[in-house]
């Protein structure tokens, strides 16, 4: 069966610190992969997106990038922290005719 | 006018109530239509999947979608306490749902 795992659960980082958070794959090959973000009373944010092991769509301009080294990993990552990168950031892949499936999200708090 | 419009409640109803959640939407051409619910602190997960206008039963819950008016619609009937969480529309134009869109979600109670 296919599963996606995503961490850290929570993250308390401060102002100008880096950022990493990773998520995996399993059971399934070449998936598509996305990265969401849910701030608080509104919706989900696509970030970005991949489709294969080192491309990647970046829907919004942020102060965040997203790397794909091998085909079932999906990495989140910044530079330097900014306080409005809080949020809820969810992990996602897509199967044909079954919409997405989420990670567990990871809690992210800028202070 | 946003593509996707969701009432955020709070809406909040007694056990074994039936429960109507609606989500309209601005352009005609999403064709791929899903409810997902989230519980507190977790990532949503897909309830139903329709494609096109007409109903889909799973269970308790129904899905209605009404292309014609741009509203669809999430029936829970005999809702449990256990349904307590934010239920998320989402649609899409093509089959491979790269191109999702999501409402802001509708936080729902059940009360015993």
């Known amino acids: 069966s296919q599963t996606i795992h995503q961490w850290p659960a929570t993250l308390v980082q401060p102002v100008g610190s880096p950022l990493s958070l990773e998520c995996t794959v399993e059971g399934t090959s070449n998936p598509n992969l996305y990265w969401y973000r849910q701030a608080a009373g509104r919706g989900l944010q696509l970030l970005f997106y991949?489709?294969?092991?080192?491309?990647i769509s970046s829907e919004v301009p942020q102060n965040l990038s997203a790397s794909r080294p091998q085909d079932r990993q999906f990495i989140l990552s910044s530079k330097k922290l900014l306080l409005s990168d809080s949020g809820f950031y969810l992990c996602?892949?897509?199967?044909?005719?079954?919409?997405?499936?989420f990670g567990s999200g990871t809690r992210l708090t800028v202070v | 006018q946003k593509e996707v419009e969701q009432d955020p409640g709070p809406l909040s109803v007694p056990e074994g109530a039936i429960v109507s959640l609606n989500c309209t939407y601005s352009?005609?051409?999403?064709?791929?239509f899903m409810w997902y619910r989230q519980y507190s602190r977790k990532g949503p997960e897909l309830l139903m999947y329709t494609y096109s206008s007409g109903n889909k039963e799973d269970g308790r819950f129904t899905a209605q979608v009404d292309k014609s008016s741009k509203y669809i619609s999430l029936f829970i009937r005999d809702s449990q306490p256990s349904d307590s969480a934010t239920y998320l529309c989402a649609m899409s134009f093509t089959y491979n749902n790269n191109d999702m869109r999501f409402g802001a979600g509708t936080r729902l109670t059940v009360k015993p």
């Open positions: 352009n005609s051409a999403f064709q791929y």
């Open positions: 996602a892949w897509r199967q044909l005719n079954y919409g997405y499936t």
């Open positions: 991949s489709v294969g092991i080192g491309q």
